[in-house]
Antibody, heavy 119, light 112 residues
Framework: QVQLVQSGAEVKKPGASVKVSCKVS????????MHWVRQAPGKGLEWMGG????????IYAQKFQGRVTMTEDTSTDTAYMELSSLRSEDTAVYYC????????????WGQGTLVTVSS | QSALTQPASVSGSPGQSITISCTGT?????????VSWYQQHPGKAPKLMIY???NRPSGVSNRFSGSKSGNTASLTISGLQAEDEADYYC????????????FGGGTKLTVL
């Protein structure tokens, strides 16, 4: 069984960057396709980016291109999502979500990390 | 990526069946069998309920079923139970201007 444990809540000022981590256990990162999804307060789910099994690359939603970077440290089985140039509209719970490599569904989810952007 | 279209809310009484629709385009729902459904209770992370249109992960009740016709996917919950009350989201792979994944706006299910 895959378990994903995310880093704790963050408070950032507008214009700053935030880096959220997602520690994987039960599988190694190389066996998984990792995605990042966010949810603003009272709103729906929004896909930010993830591993595309058809291309074998990490791809980003157009809305976040140029502002988001998703990386993986396979030595520690930890995935990271860094979002820069933060604005108040980025206040949201950020989730890492994953499935077995080659699949398209998000079978396992982290507990979520609340990022608050406020001056 | 444009969001998939779901009804904002549906309701049903215990024991009844309900269906939630998810409408997209030929670039997403209609073009791929990569439709998933997620259940989310308040304050909790989403949970995968259906993948690849109609497959149930291990541990998910067989009261949940999925289907697709053209550009519209559907989630049916039969024998409604109080614990089914939650938000439900559909998702699909998309090959639109920027490939990736797209979610529906979510449907609030109320068990009366």
């Amino acid at each position: 069984q895959v378990q994903l444990v995310q880093s704790g809540a963050e408070v950032k000022k507008p214009g700053a960057s935030v880096k959220v981590s997602c520690k994987v256990s039960g599988y190694t990162l190389t066996e998984l396709s990792m995605h990042w999804v966010r949810q603003a307060p009272g709103k729906g789910l929004e896909w930010m980016g993830g591993f595309d099994p058809e291309d074998g690359e990490t791809i980003y939603a157009q809305k976040f291109q140029g502002r988001v970077t998703m990386t993986e440290d396979t030595s520690t089985d930890t995935a990271y999502m860094e979002l820069s140039s933060l604005r108040s509209e980025d206040t949201a719970v950020y989730y890492c979500a994953t499935g077995q490599l080659g699949t398209t569904q998000m079978s396992y989810w982290g507990q979520g990390t609340l990022v608050t952007v406020s001056s | 990526q444009s969001a998939l279209t779901q009804p904002a809310s549906v309701s049903g009484s215990p024991g009844q069946s309900i269906t939630i629709s998810c409408t997209g385009t030929s670039s997403d729902v209609g073009g791929y069998n990569y439709v998933s459904w997620y259940q989310q209770h308040p304050g909790k992370a989403p949970k995968l309920m259906i993948y690849e249109v109609s497959n149930r992960p291990s541990g998910v009740s067989n009261r949940f079923s999925g289907s697709k016709s053209g550009n519209t996917a559907s989630l049916t919950i039969s024998g409604l139970q109080a614990e089914d009350e939650a938000d439900y989201y559909c998702s699909s792979y998309t090959s639109s201007s920027t490939p990736g994944w797209v979610f529906g706006g979510g449907t609030k299910l109320t068990v009366l």
